[in-house]
């Protein structure tokens, strides 16, 4: 066969983060013959480019490693409850080499364009070096939060100090003892930079738009007795995590709201606030996502814990979210972060009173004056989970545009692919499961779920997988249902797609699975075991 009709791959994976890795491991394993083209200069993905200070997991550690490999879980030691980025990187570093992947990688390379050549059944890529790669299945394992948004702000360039988006923070040490520093965004990334900047820096000024509630995660050393213990229940920690709607250890209280007394409640609530991680948000009573009144007394609860910690008065109000109620946007795990405010060298600007005007050259300009600094961190969020996608030019059968296909939303059937777009895979797909679970835990379940189904095609002679569209239209109005019950769909966020800075996203679309992992895998399961019903095999 000449080279236009025979893939130069069977695979090509692009993206070398937690997805990427995992996935070629399985390819290998599968004996095909798989590479993984990736932007950075070394594989890590999320905590490859997210250097930025105060970056770690609001995942357990220990529930957050790859659990495939028994000996990866017996030699790697976790030092904190909540690992730190260079921790995170240094593993993901370690993963790689202990099993011989970066052979199969390729960095600093960008893949722009992909297309789907129908005549051959196989994918056609370019890559800004000008190189154009084929390949029979192309697993999509960008990340579900790669494409980061910087404001729509005049004046942006114009700043003559250091700015950065956390995400794209410089790989060189940054000074910031003693300088004027600005964070622009109050997300789980900004909460996580102010906390650990306020007492290094001269002046830090946070510009916020909307609060979030954030509570506190509670990290600390991993001491070697728990270490011990840690590695001693690993099986009990993944099962535990298998078991959970999030894939955390952290799973709801059985009870309803309205079911116990209030005394009871201040009971659990308390308890949850000193808890470690996610409980605070995912141990509560079931009902609490669901029922406004359930929800708004929790979100009175946590309100008094952010008043008694913050000093000022006003502070603590403008700190508090009115917009909506807690654990209805994506949770900021912190540490120390309300206490921030109460330094002298920290303070808060409102955006909602005096919204910026523009950058300048020596700092933000707001309505009411101009704020000079030294430094601009945007800590503005991301375009969530179709944002990577959006970036290559994807193209289908008949050269059809998966962008103009997501224009309204995406469609998908399981995550897993959409129509129209044979051969493609896709890991952290919207709707799909792994992009509403801690993250590892979801990954593993898809890469095992498509790796099983290429194993499935090679033994049944089948080179061409593709969903029904009847079978994404009910997977769609499925994930719809599904989600309309939770407080969460009505809320903008990046779970919504909501983003301000982007053409067509300052709107609420469904984008993430809502019904838990254990349900989420159930499905996939009937639909294998069911000879992969929904999908066209040929
Ligand atoms: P998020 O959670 O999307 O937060 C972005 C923040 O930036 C949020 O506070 C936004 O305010 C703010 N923002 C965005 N654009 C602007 C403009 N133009 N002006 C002022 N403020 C703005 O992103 P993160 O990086 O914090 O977190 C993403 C995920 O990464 C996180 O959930 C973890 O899972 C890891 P808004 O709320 O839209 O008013």
Same mark, same amino acid.
């Given at each position: 066969?000449?080279?236009?009709?025979?893939?130069?791959?069977?695979?090509?994976?692009?993206? #070398?983060?937690?997805?990427?890795?995992?996935?070629?491991?399985?390819?290998?394993?599968?004996? =095909?013959?798989?590479?993984?083209?990736?932007?950075?200069?070394?594989?890590?993905?999320?905590?490859?480019?997210?250097?930025?200070?105060?970056?770690? !997991?609001?995942?357990?550690?220990? $529930?957050?490693?790859?659990?495939?490999?028994?000996?990866?879980?017996?030699? &790697?030691?976790?030092?904190?409850? *909540?690992?730190?980025?260079? +921790?995170?990187?240094?593993?993901?570093?370690?993963?790689?080499?202990?099993?011989?992947?970066?052979?199969?990688?390729?960095?600093?390379?960008?893949?722009?364009?992909?297309?789907?050549?129908?005549?051959?059944?196989?994918?056609?890529?370019?890559?800004?070096?000008?190189?154009?790669?084929?390949?029979?299945? /192309?697993?999509?394992?960008?990340?579900?939060?790669?494409?980061?948004?910087?404001?729509?702000?005049?004046?942006?360039?114009?700043?003559?100090?250091?700015?950065?988006?956390?995400?794209?923070?410089?790989?060189?040490?940054?000074?910031?003892?003693?300088?004027?520093?600005?964070?622009?965004?109050?997300?789980?990334?900004?909460?996580?930079?102010?906390?650990?900047?306020?007492?290094?820096?001269?002046?830090?000024?946070?510009?916020?738009?909307?609060?979030?509630?954030? #509570?506190?995660?509670?990290?600390?050393?991993?001491?070697?007795? @728990?270490?011990?213990?840690?590695?001693?229940?690993?099986?009990?920690?993944?099962?535990?995590?298998?078991?959970?709607?999030?894939?955390?250890?952290?799973?709801? @209280?059985?009870?309803?709201?309205?079911?116990?007394?209030? %005394?009871?409640?201040?009971?659990?609530?308390?308890?949850?606030?000193?808890?470690?991680?996610?409980?605070?948000?995912?141990?509560?009573?079931?009902?609490?996502?669901?029922?406004?009144?359930?929800?708004?007394?929790?979100?009175?609860?946590? %309100?008094?814990?952010?008043?008694?910690?913050?000093?000022?008065?006003?502070?603590?109000?403008?700190?508090?979210?009115?917009?909506?109620?807690?654990? $209805?946007?994506?949770?900021? =795990?912190?540490?120390?972060?309300?206490?921030?405010?109460?330094?002298?060298?920290?303070?808060?600007?409102?955006?909602?009173? $005096?919204?910026?005007?523009?950058?300048?050259?020596?700092?933000?300009?707001?309505?009411?004056?101009?704020?000079?600094?030294?430094?601009?961190?945007?800590?503005?969020?991301?375009? %969530?989970?179709?944002?990577? *996608? @959006?970036?290559?030019?994807?193209?289908?059968?008949?050269? %059809?545009?998966?962008?103009?296909? &997501?224009?309204?939303?995406?469609?998908?059937? /399981?995550?897993?692919? $959409?129509?129209? !777009?044979?051969? =493609?895979?896709?890991?952290?797909?919207?709707?799909?499961?792994?992009?509403?679970?801690?993250?590892?835990?979801?990954?593993?379940?898809?890469?095992?779920?498509?790796?099983?189904? /290429? #194993?499935?095609?090679?033994?049944?002679?089948?080179?061409?997988?593709?969903?029904?569209?009847?079978? +994404?239209?009910?997977?769609?109005?499925?994930?719809?249902?599904?989600?309309?019950?939770?407080? #969460?769909?009505?809320?903008?966020?990046?779970?919504?797609?909501?983003?301000?800075?982007?053409?067509?996203? @300052?709107?609420?679309?469904?984008?993430?699975?809502?019904?838990?992992?254990?349900?989420?895998?159930?499905?996939?399961?009937?639909?294998?075991?069911?000879?992969?019903?929904? !999908?066209?095999?040929?």
């Amino acid at each position: 066969m000449s080279d236009l009709d025979h893939p130069q791959y069977d695979a090509i994976v692009i993206g #070398a983060g937690v997805a990427g890795i995992y996935q070629l491991y399985k390819l290998l394993e599968l004996g =095909l013959d798989a590479t993984v083209l990736e932007t950075g200069s070394g594989p890590g993905g999320t905590w490859y480019w997210n250097r930025y200070p105060g970056a770690r !997991f609001d995942s357990e550690s220990y $529930t957050y490693g790859y659990s495939f490999s028994k000996e990866l879980l017996e030699e &790697w030691e976790w030092s904190e409850h *909540f690992a730190g980025q260079p +921790e995170t990187l240094r593993y993901l570093n370690h993963v790689v080499d202990k099993f011989d992947l970066r052979q199969h990688m390729q960095f600093d390379c960008q893949v722009n364009a992909a297309s789907y050549d129908e005549h051959n059944n196989l994918w056609r890529l370019t890559l800004d070096d000008g190189r154009e790669l084929t390949t029979r299945y /192309l697993l999509a394992a960008m990340g579900m939060l790669s494409a980061a948004t910087m404001p729509k702000i005049e004046g942006i360039d114009d700043f003559q100090g250091g700015s950065w988006h956390t995400y794209h923070w410089p790989h060189e040490p940054v000074e910031l003892a003693g300088q004027r520093v600005a964070v622009i965004g109050t997300g789980a990334t900004g909460v996580q930079v102010i906390s650990e900047i306020a007492d290094q820096v001269g002046e830090l000024t946070v510009f916020q738009r909307r609060p979030n509630w954030c #509570a506190p995660l509670h990290n600390g050393p991993i001491d070697p007795i @728990d270490q011990a213990q840690i590695k001693a229940s690993y099986d009990e920690i993944f099962d535990i995590c298998r078991r959970t709607p999030g894939g955390f250890l952290h799973g709801p @209280d059985p009870r309803k709201f309205h079911e116990v007394s209030e %005394a009871e409640r201040l009971e659990l609530w308390e308890r949850l606030y000193e808890a470690r991680g996610f409980s605070v948000w995912m141990s509560n009573f079931v009902d609490v996502g669901i029922r406004p009144e359930a929800n708004a007394s929790y979100s009175a609860f946590i %309100a008094d814990k952010i008043r008694q910690r913050v000093h000022d008065a006003d502070t603590a109000e403008l700190l508090i979210p009115k917009d909506h109620g807690f654990g $209805t946007r994506r949770v900021p =795990l912190e540490t120390r972060y309300y206490e921030a405010y109460n330094r002298d060298n920290v303070h808060l600007v409102d955006l909602n009173a $005096t919204p910026i005007e523009r950058i300048t050259q020596n700092g933000i300009q707001t309505t009411a004056r101009e704020y000079q600094f030294d430094i601009i961190i945007y800590a503005t969020g991301f375009d %969530a989970i179709t944002g990577a *996608f @959006d970036r290559i030019d994807f193209r289908g059968v008949g050269g %059809a545009a998966l962008r103009d296909q &997501w224009k309204d939303g995406p469609n998908t059937f /399981l995550g897993m692919q $959409t129509s129209g !777009f044979p051969n =493609l895979l896709m890991l952290s797909g919207p709707l799909g499961g792994s992009v509403s679970t801690n993250y590892p835990r979801g990954i593993e379940t898809a890469v095992d779920w498509i790796s099983e189904l /290429l #194993a499935y095609m090679r033994a049944n002679g089948h080179e061409r997988v593709e969903p029904l569209p009847s079978a +994404e239209a009910e997977w769609l109005q499925r994930v719809d249902e599904m989600y309309s019950f939770q407080l #969460a769909s009505k809320v903008k966020s990046w779970f919504t797609g909501y983003n301000s800075n982007v053409e067509g996203r @300052d709107r609420i679309r469904t984008l993430i699975w809502p019904g838990g992992a254990p349900r989420y895998r159930e499905h996939l399961e009937r639909v294998a075991s069911n000879g992969y019903e929904g !999908f066209a095999l040929s």
